[in-house]
T-cell receptor, first 112, second 114 residues
Framework: GEDVEQSLFLSVREGDSSVINCTYTDSSSTYLYWYKQEPGAGLQLLTY?????DMKQDQRLTVLLNKKDKHLSLRIADTQTGDSAIYFCAEREAGGYNKLIFGAGTRLAVHP | ETGVTQSPTHLIKTRGQQVTLRCSSQSGHNTVSWYQQALGQGPQFIFQYYREEENGRGNFPPRFSGLQFPNYSSELNVNALELDDSALYLC?????????????FGPGTRLTVL
């Protein structure tokens, strides 16, 4: 069945890089996403990657996709305190509509 | 261009009651999806509406129903509320043109069922 898994918690020092990992099961997923959720807020799309890509870079964000292992990662360079939030990995289910399947989220804590 | 808005922000109901949550899509968007996010979990897909028709549904019972209006605003209705329905309800709108279409999420409605 469909499942997206993430580690629940990550703590990093300000200025270091953060790497958040995700595994998914649906090999037919077309797009994979990273969303950010701050306390009391909705979801903010950070970046996405199409399933035929291996890597995508967007300013401080780097997404790596390993389709063979169904592994997705998000690297945040020079992590800042403002990056503290919950990060969700999501896959778009293959099919005619735009259903997203989310992981449980990784809480990123950035400390001085 | 206005973003996705939802109302109310917070809501408290009791078991067995009915609730209606509202979503105003981003201007020009023809598709709206609803998600339920229980505490400490990721959002779960409830259903999607495209041009006023439901065109996809997740693993939710029929007491979860919805409407999409000609102006692409939307409602989520939940009947016979249960304690487990307590969650943050998120709507997301998008413009479906085939291929990639970004979903823009609203801030959510936090529903508490007592």
């Amino acid at each position: 069945g469909e499942d997206v898994e993430q580690s629940l918690f990550l703590s990093v020092r300000e200025g270091d890089s953060s790497v958040i990992n995700c595994t998914y099961t649906d090999s037919s997923s077309t797009y994979l996403y990273w969303y950010k959720q701050e306390p009391g807020a909705g979801l903010q799309l950070l970046t996405y990657i199409f399933s035929n890509m291996d890597m995508k870079q967007d300013q401080r964000l780097t997404v790596l996709l390993n389709k063979k292992d169904k592994h997705l990662s998000l690297r945040i360079a020079d992590t800042q305190t403002g990056d503290s939030a919950i990060y969700f990995c999501a896959e778009r289910e293959a099919g005619g509509y735009n259903k997203l399947i989310f992981g449980a989220g990784t809480r990123l804590a950035v400390h001085p | 261009e206005t973003g996705v808005t939802q109302s109310p922000t917070h809501l408290i109901k009791t078991r067995g009651q009915q609730v209606t949550l509202r979503c105003s899509s981003q201007s020009g968007h023809n598709t709206v999806s609803w998600y339920q996010q229980a505490l400490g979990q990721g959002p779960q897909f409830i259903f999607q509406y495209y041009r006023e028709e439901e065109n996809g549904r997740g693993n939710f019972p029929p007491r979860f129903s919805g409407l999409q209006f000609p102006n692409y605003s939307s409602e989520l209705n939940v009947n016979a509320l249960e304690l487990d329905d307590s969650a943050l309800y998120l709507c997301a709108s998008s413009l479906d043109r085939g291929g990639y279409n970004e979903q823009f999420f609203g801030p959510g409605t936090r529903l508490t069922v007592l």
